[in-house]
């Protein structure tokens, strides 16, 4: 997938467990869990959001676009 998500630097940078940010963000650590391996197939923008928030960062820091040969037209 093309989409990779980068929570795991982002949780180091802030120094930050993942069971205190899906605390934080109001969501289970097993759906943070299946967002952090890139095998989620959709996240609300309220959760991006919140998370953002509680990272203190943008959307682009946690969310990549990597160009794949699949992905090319």
Do not use: H, W, Y
């Amino acid at each position: 997938m093309p989409i990779v998500v980068n929570l795991d630097v982002m949780l180091a940078r802030r120094k930050m467990s993942s069971g205190e940010l899906a605390a934080r963000v109001g969501i289970t650590q097993a759906n943070l869990s299946i967002l952090k391996t890139g095998k989620a197939r959709a996240v609300r923008f309220s959760t991006l959001e919140e998370i953002c928030r509680v990272l203190a960062c943008q959307p682009g820091d946690i969310l990549e676009f990597r160009e794949t040969e699949e992905s090319q037209p």
